[in-house]
């Protein structure tokens, strides 16, 4: 199975910071990475997909790069509405795996 | 409109059986790979269990093979997760997700409690 790594867990930012969140995979995927932003009480919200490609009505300040098997989202300047943890996941193969998740909390 | 309702969920004993579903509307059902993501309080995402669209391939996580089984009616466009053997660490929020870009589009959720 490909193991999904997050880092952080868990980071503090204010209003208008740039934020990374980095994720690698166990092994090779590809492309095959998508991001999915989660705030409390609620469903998973999709962002990314292909690990650079923005999910219809998902604000430009988001964006995903890749290199071999690292991958990242960064948020170019926190809004008030991101504040919430964000989950990367595989889906080059089954089982889909997910990263055990980056909270981004109010500085 | 795209969307996803799960129902189903409720308290079951450990041991018992429930079968939670996935009403699909808005696309067209059975184009569409689907999955089952779980969540348990206080946890990250998990995922359960895929189907093809055609429901001739279906897909476990090691954590439950053997005692769920996931399916799906493309004439009512509904997929099912029936689940035997139910354990306590199977407490959890049951998303359904459609599988296109990673998985586009998730339901709100249903409640399984697994506890005496």
């Known amino acids: 199975d490909v193991q999904m790594t997050q880092s952080p867990s868990s980071l503090s930012a204010s209003v208008g910071d740039r934020v990374t969140i980095s994720c690698r995979a166990s092994q090779g995927i590809s492309i095959w990475l998508a991001w999915y932003q989660q705030k409390p009480e609620k469903a998973p919200k999709a962002l990314i997909y292909?690990?650079?490609s923005l999910q219809s009505g998902v604000p430009s300040r988001f964006s995903g790069t890749v290199s071999g098997t690292d991958f990242t989202l960064t948020i170019s300047s926190l809004q008030p509405e991101d504040f919430a943890t964000y989950y990367c996941?595989?889906?080059?193969?089954?089982?889909?795996?997910f990263g055990p998740g980056t909270r981004v909390d109010m500085k | 409109e795209v969307q996803l309702l799960e129902s189903g969920g409720g308290l079951v004993q450990p041991g018992g059986s429930l079968r939670v579903s996935c009403a699909a509307s808005?696309?067209?059902?059975?184009?569409?790979?689907m999955n089952w993501v779980r969540q348990a309080p206080g946890k990250g995402l998990e995922w359960v269990s895929g189907i093809s669209g055609s429901g001739g391939s279906t897909y476990y996580a090691d954590s439950v093979k053997g005692r769920f089984t996931i399916s799906r009616d493309n004439s009512k466009n509904i997929m099912y997760l029936q689940m035997n053997s139910l354990r306590a660490e199977d407490t959890a929020i049951y998303y359904c997700?459609?599988?296109?870009?990673?998985?586009?589009?998730w339901g709100k959720g249903t409640t399984v409690t697994v506890s005496s």
């Open positions: 808005g696309f067209t059902f059975s184009t569409y790979a």
């Open positions: 996941q595989q889906y080059n193969t089954y089982p889909r795996t």
């Open positions: 292909a690990a650079t």
């Open positions: 997700a459609k599988d296109w870009n990673g998985m586009d589009v």
